[in-house]
């Protein structure tokens, strides 16, 4: 969130333009302010419906003009978020099965994303040179590909994701698999070297807190 500038709703609903009269109006939220500098969080011009799911809006991105901290607002409780990350998104979009869509569409965007991926890989920061591998913890894993990227490269894998169908489609890839949140998760303080928030730190409602839990689960000298 802090660093896309978007926040929970946001990621899921793939920010574009606006159509008026897609879904139903969600309502606005009071003036929000920055967790991090305690200043007014100000409009931008990042206004969209949720696309892939409900059809909801409009949700608009508030923005802090000092850090640049950036969430989607109006902010929606972990129950309220529940329909935009159904079974729907995780299948449809993200494809955790495995399964090969009768879609030609679906399958040319997959083979595109997975070709994205490779490539993505071979660069900074997922080239860690000079640092010995040990233990890495994906929070947010998905399907795993980003684990399966650091186990050739000789780390101890382990995934963490509220999606039941995405710690299975990781567990397939080798991880050892937690499926809920930071809150919940079954690991000993300092037990990773490495802790990645790939395409997850938005989807999370209070990013601060999930960065602390982070750095409890960070061996001394590890990364984040």
Request: net charge negative.
């Amino acid at each position: 969130m802090t660093t896309e500038k978007t926040a929970t709703a946001s990621a899921a609903m793939g920010l574009a333009g606006e159509q008026p009269g897609q879904g139903p109006q969600v309502p606005s939220s009071p003036q929000l302010t920055c967790p991090i500098c305690d200043r007014p969080l100000q409009p931008t011009h990042v206004r969209a419906f949720d696309r892939l799911v409900t059809g909801d809006g409009p949700f608009t991105v508030v923005e802090c003009t000092s850090c640049h901290y950036g969430v989607t607002v109006p902010q929606l409780s972990n129950e309220e978020l529940t329909p935009y990350y159904s079974n729907e998104y995780y299948e449809g979009y993200c494809e955790y099965s495995g399964q090969k869509s009768a879609n030609p569409l679906y399958r040319l965007r997959g083979w595109v994303r997975q070709r994205s991926t490779v490539r993505r890989y071979q660069h900074q920061p997922f080239l860690l040179s000079g640092v010995t591998p040990g233990r890495i913890l994906d929070v947010g894993c998905g399907a795993g590909d980003l684990l399966e990227h650091f186990a050739e490269q000789g780390w101890e894998t382990y995934g963490i994701d509220p999606s039941g169908s995405a710690v299975a489609a990781a567990s397939r890839r080798g991880a050892e698999t937690h499926q809920g949140t930071l809150g919940d998760q079954p690991w000993q303080p300092g037990s990773f070297q490495l802790i990645t928030f790939q395409h997850a730190l938005e989807h999370i409602d209070n990013p601060l807190d999930a960065l602390r839990r982070a750095r409890e689960l960070l061996a001394p000298n590890g990364l984040l």
